[in-house]
């Protein structure tokens, strides 16, 4: 009888050995596999946050390139824009301007034979030389 007991005993360890080793390697297995999700989503987050600041440095270029298509066509017409006539000019007028959020009064001389249409494109290009 405590033969047969030791014998249970022996084979009892034996399963709480094997249960434990397996227990072991199924605990390895799952941590290797939360490694291997952990690093997957911190690539993403990686490649996410380089896809923004590509994003966002594209944006930029758009912005300069955009300002430098405006300060072009506004050099432009600032060529094409007659000089402004003396203020003693007795063929000249004097128009202010206020645009409708009151914060910009431009002021400039034209000659009275000026057609309107350059007073318009003026307007519309801000290419006033006087501003206050």
Do not use: C, G
């Not at 946050?49 to 594209?58: A, D, H, S, T």
């Not at 645009?99 to 910009?104: K, V």
């Amino acid at each position: 009888m405590f033969r047969d007991s030791l014998i249970r005993t022996m084979e009892v360890n034996e399963r709480k050995r094997s249960d434990n080793q397996y227990s072991n390697e199924e605990m390895i297995r799952k941590q290797k596999e939360e490694l291997k999700a952990l690093e997957i989503e911190e690539a993403n987050k990686k490649k996410r946050e380089r896809e923004e600041l590509e994003r966002i440095k594209r944006e930029e270029q758009e912005k300069i390139k955009q300002e430098k298509i405006k300060e072009e066509l506004t050099k432009q017409k600032k060529k094409t824009l007659s000089p402004e006539p003396s203020p003693s000019d007795p063929n000249s007028t004097l128009i202010i301007f206020r645009y409708p959020d009151w914060s910009t009064r431009v002021e400039r001389r034209f000659l009275k034979t000026e057609k309107i249409q350059v007073i318009i494109t003026i307007l519309n290009h801000n290419t006033f030389i006087n501003t206050h």
